[in-house]
């Protein structure tokens, strides 16, 4: 079989088309649900003319039809396009155009947001998933249960092949989003499929073990991010890959997120740094639910504070909490077991097997001997192929180094002793104050260590002595004030002087994307008004 996102469900589905594979809220579908759904799907899709290597925009919640949607797309060799459904419409027309999508699949919600992105434009077909609402499109399309009526639900699919494209959109921090193209097989295996975690090797096969894996007793596994953005989706497609239950949610509450862990008797929860992290447990300590049976929780793209990390093991000691670094360039990259009542260093990760560390000159540095030292992370053997559509990103992404292929999506790290790497942020927030490098997420870091505060973002503004200024916005606890010269002091005891705020502005909330991560275009814009006013 070709090591393909298709081909591998499919395979599970033949080991195991009676398991529970996915639930959200009152849905509950097999292996054999979703396959039938999905193959039923890839037809419409044929039938109005969608064809292999066609691009297909999706832009939908957490809902069962997304997911069948993708693997149909899969399935007949389409690139599936995620959209976020937070965009406007000039940020709707952007990625319509740079996508080059020619068909499209949405909730109904989103209706009137697309007319206006779309405007004149025609695509080959529109395929509408209900969600409740009640808005017409203006443009052609057909429900989703037409779409699927009377289509045949058999795999007879052509061929194939693991260079089949895989296409997943990124906003990151700033800037239009970029889509960042994968050979499937990579995305399997940067998941961990088919590697030898121990040596680094891989294993060219789909073999007895990954067919092991989907025979025994399955794991439910809880995905709070939104499946339109990598870490849900990949979170997802490894679960699926290896035979196991997967639970989402169509969006973050977090009364509901307990009820469903202690319903769904959920062992994993992965998760989006502080801010799911931190409203989950403190929902859990009000009291009412009960979580026992987790076992592990991984957070990843964003700072999982120490405060945050201490209570999480508290309410669980025996919990198997994890960081997660990696980006949508690269995939999973390291990970660090979390210990309660360590002093916060911010995200500490081993070095993996396919990871390294770069300084500016592109000179590999050695983990070994250079301890102490920063650099660049980055990846090689399974990386993206490029950016759709933007030869001069990829080239200052995508480096070669003694002939060997890296993606370097700009994540500063130190180098630690034992091959371990402490995360510093990304280099394009990275704050230049009278020549000193500042990185956002240690002053956060520290900034969120003050009992007053519950969220901040930290950025940088125009200084006229100094080129650039830290600054901050900081959100407080409910019902605090909150004396912003008493939070400077606090972060002298850990923080050099240049590293401080000298600009903090308190907000009612610190502006986040829906997945959670940073959104600092926008705490600019806040800060900029702020100061104006």
């Given at each position: ?26 849905d ?10 999905a ?23 957490n809902?069962?039809?997304?997911v ?7 399935k ?13 419409a ?7 155009d740079?996508?080059?999508?020619v068909?499209l699949v949405?909730e ?5 947001v ?30 989703w249960?037409?779409?699927l009526?009377?289509?045949p ?16 959109y990124?906003?990151g921090?700033?800037?239009y ?18 590697i ?13 073990s990954?067919v092991?894996a ?21 979170g ?5 890959f290896?035979?196991q ?20 008797q ?15 447990i ?35 000691p025996?919990?198997?909490?994890v ?18 009542g ?34 660049l ?25 003694d ?5 370097v999506p700009?994540?500063?790290?130190r ?15 990275c ?5 000193e490098?500042?990185?956002?997420e240690?002053v956060e ?21 100094f ?15 909150l004396?912003?010269?008493?939070v ?6 850990s ?11 308190v907000?009612?909330r610190?502006?986040r ?21």
């Amino acid at each position: 079989m070709a090591l393909t996102i298709a081909d591998l469900f499919e395979h599970v589905v033949d080991v195991c088309p009676d398991r529970t594979a996915l639930i959200i809220g009152g849905d509950r579908l097999t292996y054999a649900d979703i396959e039938a759904r999905a193959n039923a799907f890839g037809h419409h899709l044929s039938s109005q003319g969608v064809a292999a290597g066609d691009h297909v925009g999706l832009m939908a919640r957490n809902v069962t039809d997304h997911v069948v949607a993708m693997l149909g797309m899969f399935k007949i060799r389409a690139v599936p396009i995620n959209i976020n459904y937070r965009y406007t419409a000039s940020e709707l027309d952007y990625l319509i155009d740079n996508s080059g999508m020619v068909a499209l699949v949405h909730e109904r919600q989103y209706a009137p947001v697309l007319a206006e992105a779309l405007g004149e434009r025609r695509l080959l077909g529109v395929t509408v998933i209900e969600d409740g609402s009640t808005h017409e499109t203006t443009y052609p399309s057909v429900a989703w249960a037409a779409a699927l009526a009377g289509q045949p639900t058999a795999r007879d699919f052509a061929e194939r092949s693991p260079d089949d494209l895989y296409i997943v959109y990124t906003g990151g921090t700033t800037g239009y989003p970029k889509g960042v193209m994968w050979r499937q097989e990579d995305v399997w295996r940067t998941l961990g499929g088919g590697i030898d975690f121990a040596t680094g090797e891989r294993i060219e096969e789909f073999t007895q073990s990954q067919v092991a894996a989907a025979t025994t007793q399955p794991l439910v596994c809880l995905h709070l991010g939104p499946i339109m953005h990598a870490n849900g989706q990949w979170g997802l497609l490894l679960r699926l890959f290896t035979g196991q239950t997967s639970v989402l949610l169509p969006h973050f509450d977090p009364t509901e997120i307990w009820q469903a862990i202690d319903r769904e008797q959920v062992r994993t929860i992965s998760m989006i740094g502080d801010a799911m992290a931190r409203p989950l447990i403190e929902e859990l300590e009000r009291g009412g639910h009960d979580g026992s049976t987790l076992i592990t929780v991984t957070s990843s793209s964003a700072i999982l504070s120490a405060e945050v990390k201490d209570r999480w093991l508290a309410a669980f000691p025996d919990l198997n909490l994890v960081d997660v670094i990696g980006a949508s360039e690269t995939g999973f990259t390291g990970n660090g077991k979390v210990d309660a009542g360590k002093p916060d260093q911010g995200t500490v990760v081993k070095l993996g097997p396919e990871t390294a560390v770069l300084d500016e000159e592109n000179r590999l540095l050695d983990p070994d001997t250079e301890v102490g030292a920063v650099g660049l992370m980055a990846r090689c053997g399974s990386i993206p192929l490029g950016y759709l559509g933007d030869p001069e990103k990829t080239a200052r992404t995508f480096v070669t180094v003694d002939g060997i292929r890296y993606a370097v999506p700009g994540d500063w790290v130190r180098i630690e002793p034992d091959r371990h790497l402490t995360l510093l942020g990304r280099g394009s927030n990275c704050i230049n104050t009278g020549g000193e490098k500042v990185y956002p997420e240690e002053v956060e870091i520290a900034l969120k260590s003050h009992p007053g505060v519950f969220d901040t973002l930290v950025f940088s503004l125009p200084d006229a002595r100094f080129g650039q200024q830290v600054a901050a916005l900081v959100q407080t606890r409910p019902g605090l004030d909150l004396d912003l010269d008493e939070v400077r002091t606090h972060l002298r005891a850990s923080l050099s002087g240049y590293k401080i705020p000298r600009t903090m502005f308190v907000v009612e909330r610190v502006p986040r994307h829906v997945t959670g991560k940073a959104d600092y275009r926008a705490a600019r814009e806040l800060a900029e008004q702020r100061a104006t006013a």
